[in-house]
């Protein structure tokens, strides 16, 4: 195909071939009338207006016409036509090593894609288009890529074969497996894919939702701790005087979020599982220590911890990228499955992101196990999105209040709130001592041990906790306090 240009080069291309035209034509006509044949009237025309078609074609036109001899020659490509021969997708490279064999291609399979087609309608990569806006105009924009695993797209599906096949019609779309691993607990499998490097991951997640909008295919979200910066009191303004929780000395607790310092004089010795995913970088143990001191802290220490003799499981998810501290949606997949396998009744999730379709499958699995779930709210400001998963329905959602009631400055607002709890001045541990603690991070262990004391003493706990409650801000439940804040049940204290 000749592409026009500003050089002219497209003239000096097509001179030879005018020529070549104006010769045969001639030649044609001259050979027939020195035969002295009449040359037939249709014939005559068509002589004539090949001759004069060659020679008036401005090169605008040479090119199109070019092109258009070229489309003539080729086959249409039909959208659907079960006789023809088509090249399958490409298989992608060498599988990850995966619990259990290779099953053959199934149609379904268990790939939670829904109703509607069973596979996926290749790309039509013979686009020049196409190509050209996938290396361009696709590229995912800095200020996006900053939310989420640039190049990746994570897959949840409910068995391995349903992965296997679904990973084969990926492959159409040039992705090709990263990790794939069973969710034993959880019933799941997750899968990461890589990108081709001229695709935006954005807009091939779009490109493949409109061909299968119920496919469980998402970014790999980053998620970030919701503490705010250092910054001391807690128990007292829950009604929790005493170190008494003794409804709460068999609760089994799990927390996603960094990992702890088991070394720490305030944990040492307490009834604590770790277990690491967050790989070779791993973040300062400073956030989930802090969290876990709340809870188990050792009163010899000077804490007055929300449930003492509570068996503690820690998923540490968080890695150390440069100067940011954040984890991704597939190894938040492997945290929630582990803690599952640990009996836990209870996860505290200290952490925020966008909304992505695969964590939320991840904790409607958890909350139909009825696990519960409580999210920090966020750090965004009154004006600030919803944050994820405080926002999923089910999950408690908790804001944070200082020593005299009032909400946390920067922290998120919204009707998903359910409750509110100290998190301004938190007293509790860190990685090398004790420190001041500010954020939404710091009220949802508050929230999550007066829940479950609740949940011990009573069947309708999230009644009994939302009657309880000190009504703050406007009557009622509200966008800035949810119900209020949360109050220490008497029952669990022997009061």
């Given at each position: 195909m000749i592409h026009r240009g500003t050089s002219g080069s497209a003239d000096h291309t097509r001179c030879p071939l005018t020529a070549a035209w104006l010769v045969v034509g001639?030649?044609?006509?001259m050979t027939e009338m020195a035969h002295g044949q009449d040359m037939e009237p249709q014939r005559q025309d068509r002589a004539r207006s090949l001759l004069e078609e060659i020679i008036t074609e401005t090169p605008e036109k040479a090119p199109e016409k070019a092109a258009d001899r070229q489309t003539d020659q080729k086959p249409?490509?039909?959208?659907?036509?079960?006789?023809?021969?088509?090249?399958?997708?490409?298989e992608p490279d060498a599988p990850p090593q995966e619990s259990g064999p290779v099953h053959p291609r199934v149609e379904r399979g268990g790939s939670l894609m829904g109703r509607g087609p069973s596979s996926l309608s290749p790309p039509d990569w013979s686009s020049a288009d196409d190509e050209t806006s996938m290396a361009s105009a696709d590229q995912d924009p800095p200020s996006e890529t900053e939310d989420f695993e640039p190049g990746e797209l994570v897959l949840i599906s409910?068995?391995?074969?349903?992965?296997?096949?679904?990973?084969?019609?990926?492959?159409?779309?040039?992705?090709?497996i990263k990790s794939r691993q069973a969710l034993k607990r959880l019933g799941l499998v997750v899968s990461v894919f890589r990108l081709p490097p001229d695709a935006g991951t954005l807009a091939l997640l779009a490109k493949i939702r409109r061909q299968s909008p119920n496919m469980n295919l998402d970014v790999n979200q980053r998620y970030r701790l919701m503490g705010g910066p250092r910054q001391r009191y807690g128990q007292d303004m829950i009604g929790l005087s005493t170190?008494?929780?003794?409804?709460?000395?068999?609760?089994?607790?799990?927390?996603?979020?960094?990992?702890?310092?088991?070394?720490?004089?305030?944990?040492?010795?307490?009834?604590?599982?770790?277990?690491?995913?967050?790989?070779?970088?791993?973040?300062?143990t400073d956030h989930g220590?802090?969290?876990?001191?709340?809870?188990?802290?050792?009163?010899?220490?000077?804490?007055?911890?929300?449930?003492?003799?509570?068996?503690?499981?820690?998923?540490?998810?968080?890695?150390?990228?440069?100067?940011?501290?954040?984890?991704?949606?597939?190894?938040?997949?492997?945290?929630?499955?582990?803690?599952?396998?640990?009996?836990?009744?209870a996860i505290n999730l200290s952490l925020g992101g966008r909304k992505n379709r695969v964590l939320d499958l991840l904790l409607q699995q958890l909350l139909a196990k009825e696990i519960l779930?409580?999210?920090?709210?966020?750090?965004?400001?009154?004006?600030?999105?919803?944050?994820?998963?405080?926002?999923?329905?089910?999950v408690i959602a908790v804001t944070a209040v200082d020593a005299n009631q009032r909400r946390y400055q920067r922290a998120n607002r919204g009707e998903h709130l359910d409750f509110a709890a100290p998190g301004v001045h938190v007293w509790a541990a860190s990685a090398d001592g004790t420190y001041y603690h500010s954020g939404t991070s710091y009220a949802a262990p508050f929230v999550l041990a007066t829940l479950l004391a609740e949940k011990h003493l009573s069947s309708r706990w999230q009644q009994q906790a939302q009657l309880g409650a000190i009504d703050l801000g406007i009557p009622g439940k509200d966008d800035n306090f949810g119900w209020g804040l949360i109050q220490w049940p008497d029952a669990c204290t022997g009061q």
């Open positions: 001639t030649l044609i006509l249409a490509r039909p959208d659907t036509a079960p006789e023809a021969k088509t090249q399958p997708p490409a409910n068995d391995m074969p349903g992965a296997v096949a679904m990973a084969r019609e990926l492959a159409a779309y040039r992705l090709r170190g008494n929780t003794s409804c709460l000395d068999n609760a089994r607790v799990g927390l996603i979020d960094t990992a702890v310092s088991l070394v720490h004089p305030a944990l040492a010795g307490r009834s604590i599982d770790l277990a690491e995913f967050a790989g070779p970088t791993p973040a300062p220590t802090a969290i876990a001191s709340l809870w188990v802290g050792d009163p010899d220490q000077g804490f007055t911890p929300l449930m003492r003799e509570a068996a503690l499981s820690v998923a540490a998810v968080f890695r150390q990228r440069g100067n940011t501290i954040d984890t991704t949606t597939d190894t938040l997949a492997l945290g929630l499955d582990w803690l599952l396998g640990q009996e836990v009744e779930l409580v999210a920090a709210a966020g750090n965004l400001g009154s004006e600030g999105p919803a944050v994820y998963p405080a926002a999923h329905p089910g």
